[in-house]
């Protein structure tokens, strides 16, 4: 069965694209191979996201398009995997019965065995015997079971698996950024969000396997690591201790722990902090030239972590911190858990420790917003718009609310803001945010920094005809397997200009023309670090030069 070939599309956050690089790194291991053609595949596999309805639309109407080949090729596999499969559940197998395998985002190490089971059964399978699915173990989801402290231990282990099969797993060639997860599942329960329901608790994973993956990934040729996590300044990993459940450890019998010590001084056990946690990578794994971390929650975000930063050449001067809204009164119904002045305090902390323009180290600021939160009124949005002038973020991520069933605001808050105005104060915002990514744009010209390039520019691609993946914010689109890698430049001839496009280590995209002929053509910089000088801003894209 594991001649198969698959074909994997991926929606969603940064952790989606994590999940499909290492299932994808999972079936390869199995013999399955991969395509980029849909229509050539056995296995299409869709792993979806359950943010915003928009994004489950998208996916509706790809089972839609498969369901007319399905009708010729009753042998095709089609999974839905991610947080549609499991916010929806079973109800999906109903409303699409084109779908065979459904795999929520904590069972994806069950995967594998999903699709061999349904590449087996196809083509017995007849429409009345879809019931007949979960029997046959093509329906893995984990319901609320993460939830109950007895399944929280059991879940996490087999979970793991999926991160640690990476460290024996080789990673593509050239890949030079990597994604590696250090905390699975949330905690928050903003009112708004669907998360904690489909990717349950909050887990830690132990520092050893995090940092071992690190230094697997270096030794294949990654200079950049994003961390990622929901609420990545939550990390605290207790050894010895049975997993955290809800926030407080749960103690393994005959055992205390309290205070967030070094070392606990009832049992001697040691506690590795989020601060703890980046300064070992920091230290163990130098061959990291880049280390980042999404997402960052505004509250619990010490300075102990700031001065981490600061006192680490190698870790990025940028903070992803959603601030949701700018009202108070917002704040609280979305159960944010902190004031906009609380927010403010954080920014202030933050620049007052990490922001040295003078030493080419500004510190950049992202982040995100949703407007029309139901009874959002237009106090409550001006508040949001000097939310904005205040935190002068290089760039904000905008939603307009979608009320996602499931969540205690689709249960509880009726969606009373109108489309229309929805619109209006995106787009108003958009606007807002553009004139504060400029205006921090055109403070860059004249500064010079070390840069990371990652390929073509976009425009460059488009002269040449190569595939530009669709730029839609938060909600990226990855065809074909994803991975987080550097793109790899192949038909560059050596006499024409190229643009290429790179990044300072505060995420801002720098373009720039690789010397022509001579000896570093555009291949050789690919995926290295160099020194660029800002000459020019149009707009928000910087241009600059080899230094
Ligand atoms: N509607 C609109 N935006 C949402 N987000 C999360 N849930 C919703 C929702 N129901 C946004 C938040 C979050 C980002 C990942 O998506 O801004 O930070
Ligand atoms: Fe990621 Fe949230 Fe979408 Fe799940 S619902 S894929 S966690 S953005």
Redesign the pocket.
């Known amino acids: 069965m594991a001649s198969a070939r698959v074909y994997l599309e991926t929606y969603g956050?940064q952790m989606n694209e994590l999940d499909s690089e290492l299932v994808a790194g999972r079936l390869r291991e199995l013999g399955y191979s991969f395509t980029s053609e849909s229509g050539e595949a056995d296995v299409v596999l869709y792993n979806t996201c359950s943010?915003?309805e928009r994004a489950e639309q998208k996916v509706w109407s790809r089972l839609g398009e498969i369901n007319k080949r399905k009708a010729t090729e009753p042998g095709l596999v089609v999974g839905v995997l991610g947080c549609m499969a499991e916010r929806d559940g079973e109800a999906m197998l109903g409303r699409a019965p084109v779908v065979d395998v459904l795999c929520g985002p904590g069972e994806l190490d069950k995967l594998p065995e999903l699709i061999d089971n349904a590449l087996r059964t196809r083509a017995s399978l007849t429409a009345g015997e879809r019931g007949a699915r979960r029997s046959a173990g093509q329906v893995a989801l984990q319901g609320d079971a993460s939830r109950r402290s007895s399944t929280l231990a059991a879940a996490g282990d087999s979970l793991e698996m999926l991160d640690l099969s990476r460290a024996i797993s080789p990673i593509d060639a050239g890949q030079r950024s990597a994604y590696v997860r250090i905390t699975r599942g949330c905690n928050k329960f903003c009112t708004?969000?669907v998360v904690p329901r489909t990717r349950g608790a909050e887990i830690h994973r132990p520092p050893e396997h995090i940092i071992d993956e690190c230094k697997h990934l270096a030794d294949a040729g990654v200079i950049e690591v994003t961390l990622l996590g929901q609420t990545v300044n939550h990390y605290r990993f207790e050894h010895g201790a049975a997993v955290s459940i809800d926030g407080v450890t749960q103690p393994q019998k005959g055992r205390t722990y309290k205070g967030s010590h070094h070392r606990d001084a009832l049992t001697g056990e040691r506690v590795t902090t989020f601060a703890d946690l980046l300064r070992r990578i920091h230290e163990e794994v130098p061959a990291i030239q880049r280390l980042r971390f999404v997402t960052s929650y505004p509250r619990d975000f010490g300075d102990d972590v700031l001065e981490v930063i600061r006192d680490s050449p190698r870790i990025c001067r940028y903070l992803h911190v959603?601030a949701?809204s700018g009202s108070n009164r917002v704040l609280k119904k979305m159960n944010r858990g902190y004031t906009v002045e609380e927010y403010y305090e954080f920014l202030d902390r933050a620049r007052a420790i990490l922001d040295q323009p003078e030493i080419g180290r500004p510190l950049m600021i992202s982040g995100?917003?949703?407007v029309g939160f139901p009874t959002e009124t237009e106090d409550d949005f001006e508040a949001t718009k000097d939310m904005l002038r205040r935190s002068r973020s290089k760039n904000q991520?905008i939603?307009?609310?979608?009320p996602?069933p499931g969540t205690l605001a689709y249960e509880k808050i009726p969606d009373d803001v109108p489309e229309a105005v929805k619109r209006r104060r995106n787009n108003e915002l958009l606007a807002l945010q553009t004139e504060i990514s400029d205006a921090i744009a055109r403070e860059q010209v004249g500064r010079e920094y070390d840069v990371l390039v990652e390929g073509l520019s976009r425009a460059e691609k488009k002269k040449r005809g190569v595939d530009v993946k669709p730029g839609t914010g938060?909600i990226g689109l990855t065809v074909g397997g994803a991975s987080p890698g550097v793109a790899v430049i192949d038909d560059v001839d050596a006499a024409t200009s190229v643009q290429l496009s790179a990044r300072t280590d505060g995420d801002l995209i720098v373009h720039f023309d690789a010397p022509t002929g001579g000896a570093r053509p555009a291949d050789d910089l690919v995926g290295r670090i160099v020194r660029v000088r800002v000459d020019e801003t149009n707009r928000m894209s910087l241009r600059g030069s080899l230094v």
């Open positions: 956050c943010v915003r708004y969000c959603p949701q995100d917003v949703i991520f939603f307009k609310y979608s996602r938060m």
